[in-house]
T-cell receptor, first 113, second 112 residues
Framework: GESVGLHLPTLSVQEGDNSIINCAYS??????FIWYKQESGKGPQFIID?????DKRQGQRVTVLLNKTVKHLSLQIAATQPGDSAVYFC????????????FGTGTKLQVIP | ETGVTQTPRHLVMGMTNKKSLKCEQH?????MYWYKQSAKKPLELMFV???????ENNSVPSRFSPECPNSSHLFLHLHTLQPEDSALYLC???????????FGEGSRLTVL
């Protein structure tokens, strides 16, 4: 079946370094991808998204890269801060509005002060 | 303040109890969702409502009963639950055209 998955369950990064969180997806029909951040005790929060007609999109300290050839998505966080410690989920969907969004299992990012 | 408010934040219930989870969104969105989040598992979509009409029921057991009286409110009625139903239940909303989900902070449910 179709699935979205993450390579690593936990990632530890030194404060100030860059973080890279990876995600693989298998539904070739997916054309909309989203990264969410979930802090302890809170619901997931939108970080950044990208559509399949792009291969890179930048936000504030975050960059999402999409490689459709190998069905790979990554989230890069520049100058990682303690406040970035959270679980990060990638999600995929086929565009059409309130479409079903398929989430990965999540990667826990731990920032070492 | 995320614009999506869920109550209660924590709920403990026995298997014979009946309780309800409530969600309210203040964002003017036209779609609302219930997700289940269990430890070490991906977020599972349970129900989708679009303009108050249920458009998705993801093979959820009948002991979970959703209700959407209007575009701003969503309920999840619970009865005769099982211990394996213990999880974080997340409500979300979105504008149909964009698809970006806005989540509430969840209701942590424990079934004894």
């Amino acid at each position: 079946g179709e699935s979205v998955g993450l390579h690593l369950p936990t990632l530890s990064v030194q404060e100030g370094d860059n973080s890279i969180i990876n995600c693989a997806y298998s539904n070739s029909a997916s054309d909309y991808f989203i990264w969410y951040k979930q802090e302890s005790g809170k619901g997931p929060q939108f970080i950044i998204d990208i559509r399949s007609n792009m291969d890179k999109r930048q936000g504030q300290r975050v960059t999402v890269l999409l490689n459709k050839t190998v069905k790979h998505l990554s989230l890069q966080i520049a100058a990682t801060q303690p406040g970035d410690s959270a679980v990060y989920f990638c999600a995929e969907s086929v565009s059409g509005g309130y479409q079903k969004v398929t989430f990965g299992t999540g990667t826990k990012l731990q920032v070492i002060p | 303040e995320t614009g999506v408010t869920q109550t209660p934040r924590h709920l403990v219930m026995g298997m014979t109890n009946k309780k309800s989870l409530k969600c309210e969104q203040h964002l003017g969105h036209n779609a609302m969702y219930w997700y289940k989040q269990s430890a070490k598992k991906p977020l599972e979509l349970m129900f989708v409502y679009n303009f108050k009409e249920q458009t998705e029921n993801n093979s959820v057991p009948s002991r979970f009963s959703p209700e959407c009286p209007n575009s701003s409110h969503l309920f999840l009625h619970l009865h005769t639950l099982q211990p394996e139903d213990s999880a974080l239940y997340l409500c979300a909303s979105s504008q149909q055209e964009t698809g970006e989900l806005f989540f509430g902070e969840g209701s942590r449910l424990t079934v004894l």
